[in-house]
């Protein structure tokens, strides 16, 4: 692993973020940001009604949606393909994201997200994961 460690994504490294506000085109539908696009995959149906919704307020909204009967099996998949968009929409985006180098990124929190991110050293960083993935597919 690399020594050079981004270890949570604020400040310079904000735009890694899904709640950075990047446009992002998702099954045919303009999304102000990441959050607000994977949110709306929870529930297909209601997608176009998160597209002009801030970070923090998709989140809330996901949270109250019926998920799709296969969400746990196709959410990491939908999550790839979301910041893939991002990272291949936005081209000042991939060019930051390839100026990464080969640096670890590691979605740090503080809001308890031990799945996508990494709480006080502890979490999966699917995020972060799939953000290095993207990176080495962009190179």
């Known amino acids: 692993m ?3 460690i981004i270890k949570e994504f604020k400040g310079q490294y904000y735009f890694l973020s899904n709640y950075y506000n990047a446009e992002v085109t998702y099954n045919g539908i303009t999304y102000k940001n990441n959050e607000a696009a994977f949110q709306a995959q929870k529930d297909p149906k209601k997608a176009a009604s998160f597209a002009h919704l801030d970070s923090a307020q998709a989140k809330r909204k996901g949270r109250g949606v019926k998920l799709r009967h296969n969400w746990d099996k196709i959410k ?3 999550m790839y393909e979301i910041c893939l968009a991002k990272f291949t929409q936005n081209e000042n985006l ?3 994201l390839l100026e990464t180098g080969d ?4 979605e740090g929190n503080d809001w308890g997200d031990k799945e996508w991110g990494v709480v006080n ?3 999966k960083n ?3 994961k799939t953000l290095m993935r993207i990176r080495e597919e962009l190179k």
């Open 76 to 78: 990491e998949q939908i």
């Open 94 to 96: 991939k060019i930051k």
């Open 2 to 4: 690399s020594k050079n």
């Open 121 to 123: 050293g502890k979490g």
């Open 126 to 128: 699917k995020l972060g």
């Open 103 to 106: 640096a670890y990124l590691e």
